[in-house]
C-alpha cells in the first residue's frame, strides 16, 4: 500500500507539470480554436530562459523563473502576431500546420543552444527530502505542486473576476458575437498566447531542474499534454488540470507494477500507458471527461 501511495504522490507531482502544459493548449484553443502544437517548443525555451539567467549569469532561482515567464509570455504573443494574426480566417488545419512550423523553428533554434551536453539549472532547494506516513516528497515536487496550486487557482480568479478574462470567456463562446460587444479579439488571442507562453515557461523550469535538465529531445516531454487534454477535454480548464494529473499518476503506477503484473508489454510501457487511458476515455466520452459536447443540425 506504501509503494501505490508513494507511486501517487510522485506521479500528481509529475502530472502537475503536464497540467500546466495542458492549460496552455486549452487556452488557446478556446480562444482561438486552434490547437497550438508550438507548446513544446515555448516549453523548453522558457525553461532555457531560467537556465540562462539562473546558470549562467547568476541570478538566483525564482527571479530567472519570473524573467522568464514574462519572456515566455512575450514570445507566444510574439508567436501570434508575426505568424498567425494573418492568418485568422484560414482554415483551422492551416493554422495547426503553421504551429507545427512555428514549433520546429523554435526547437532547431533552442537545440543549438543546448548543444551536445544537457542544460540542468539548479534547484534551490537541492535534494531535500520530506518524510511523513511511510511517503517521502522531494522539496523540488513540492513546490511543483504549489506552485501549480497557486496558478490554476489566480488562473480561475482571473477568468471569473478580471476583465480581460471576461473578455477571453466571451470570445471563446463566440467571436462574432464578442466582436459586436466591443470586444478586441485580436487582443485577447495575443493575451491567450501570452499566457500559454508563461505557463509553458513554468513548466520547462521545473523539467530543467530535472535530473535529465533540458535536453534536445526534452520537448517530447510536453506532448503528454496532449492526452492530458483529449481526457479532460479539448475546452475544459478543470479538465485539463485533471487530466494532467491522471497522465501523471497512471504513467508512474505503470512504471511501477507494470513489470511485475504485465511484463509480456516490454519494458518503457509506462511512456506509452498514457496514450492508452486516453484511448479508453474516448470510448467511454468522445469529448473528453469536461468537454463540451457538440451537436449539430443536418
Do not use: C
Not at 511511510?134 to 490554476?152: C, M, W
Not at 520537448?219 to 487530466?243: E, F
Not at 466520452?285 to 457538440?294: A, D
Amino acid at each position: 500500500m506504501t509503494t501505490f501511495a508513494q507511486a501517487v504522490l510522485s506521479g500528481t507531482a509529475q502530472g502537475a507539470i503536464y497540467a500546466l502544459l495542458a492549460l496552455g493548449f486549452v487556452i488557446i484553443y478556446k480562444a482561438t480554436h486552434v490547437i497550438s502544437f508550438a507548446q513544446p517548443a515555448l516549453m523548453v525555451i522558457g525553461g532555457l530562459f531560467s537556465y540562462h539567467f539562473s546558470a549562467v549569469m547568476g541570478w538566483p532561482f525564482w527571479p530567472s523563473l519570473f524573467v522568464a515567464i514574462l519572456l515566455g509570455a512575450g514570445l507566444g504573443m510574439l508567436i501570434e502576431r508575426l505568424a498567425l494574426r494573418q492568418m485568422v480566417g484560414k482554415s483551422v488545419f492551416t493554422m495547426a500546420v503553421i504551429t507545427i512550423g512555428v514549433d520546429v523553428v523554435l526547437r532547431v533554434l533552442a537545440n543549438r543552444y543546448i548543444g551536445a551536453d544537457s542544460r540542468v539549472m539548479r534547484y534551490p532547494g537541492g535534494g531535500e527530502r520530506y518524510e511523513f506516513l511511510g511517503l517521502a516528497i522531494s522539496h523540488r515536487q513540492l513546490t511543483i505542486l504549489a506552485v501549480t496550486l497557486i496558478t490554476v487557482v489566480s488562473l480561475a480568479l482571473f477568468f471569473r473576476y478580471a476583465k480581460a478574462g471576461l473578455a477571453m470567456r466571451a470570445t471563446a463562446l463566440s467571436q462574432e458575437t464578442a466582436l459586436a460587444q466591443g470586444v478586441r479579439v485580436g487582443a485577447i488571442f495575443a493575451l491567450a498566447w501570452a499566457i500559454a507562453g508563461g505557463l509553458a515557461a513554468i513548466a520547462g523550469t521545473f523539467i530543467a531542474t530535472g535530473s535529465g535538465g533540458s535536453e534536445q529531445d526534452t520537448w517530447i516531454i510536453a506532448l503528454k499534454a496532449l492526452p492530458a487534454i483529449i481526457i479532460g477535454g479539448l475546452d475544459s480548464l478543470q479538465g485539463a488540470v485533471i487530466g494532467g494529473l491522471a497522465v501523471g499518476i497512471v504513467e508512474q503506477l505503470t512504471a511501477v507494477y507494470q513489470s511485475t503484473y504485465l511484463p509480456f508489454l516490454g519494458t518503457n510501457f509506462s511512456l506509452v500507458a498514457p496514450y492508452a487511458l486516453m484511448l479508453v476515455v474516448l470510448l467511454i466520452r468522445p469529448y473528453g471527461l469536461f468537454g463540451t459536447r457538440e451537436v449539430e443540425r443536418v
